[in-house]
């Protein structure tokens, strides 16, 4: 199944305060922590404005924050394309690859972050993932 599905009514050309609307509407529901709303909200927009990287980033995380590994990691990734030298998509999908156990392809993911990062709370994030993944190692 594909992460994106119409669920919204049809409509040819959203205006920019409706997109700027939906999307703050999205982000209030995120946070308040009803990531299920925020979900609905940021696909929705994703789906009329597919190119814009507030809304990948926020159905991203909406995803994430629910747990659904595989979902987010296909959104970060479209976050990466849209935002290349952004370190925080990285860093996500690298969180979403350890989840689902994957430590090889996560271990890349945090590489890409660390070589991106320019702040020093996600550098430490990025640390503490790192030390995470060696107890993983056989």
């Given amino acids: 199944m594909h992460i994106l599905q119409e669920e919204f009514p049809k ?5 920019e305060e409706e997109l700027e609307a939906l999307y703050f509407s999205a982000f209030a529901f995120y946070q308040k922590q009803d990531y299920e709303q925020a979900e609905f909200l940021f696909k929705q927009l994703c789906l009329v404005a597919p190119l814009q990287e507030p ?4 159905f991203a995380g909406s995803l994430q924050m629910q747990s659904k590994w595989k979902e987010s990691l296909h ?5 990466a394309l849209l935002q290349e030298e952004d370190a925080s998509c990285h860093f996500h999908a690298a969180e979403c ?3 689902l156990e994957d430590y090889k392809e996560a271990s890349k993911a945090l590489l890409l972050a660390e070589k991106r990062a320019s702040s020093s709370e996600l550098s430490c994030k990025i640390q503490q993932l790192k030390a ?3 107890g993983t190692k056989p």
């Fill in 11 to 15: 409509k040819k050309d959203w205006s």
């Fill in 75 to 79: 959104a970060w990734s479209v976050v």
């Fill in 97 to 99: 690859l350890f989840s």
């Fill in 55 to 58: 809304f990948w980033r926020g």
């Fill in 132 to 134: 995470l993944l060696v």
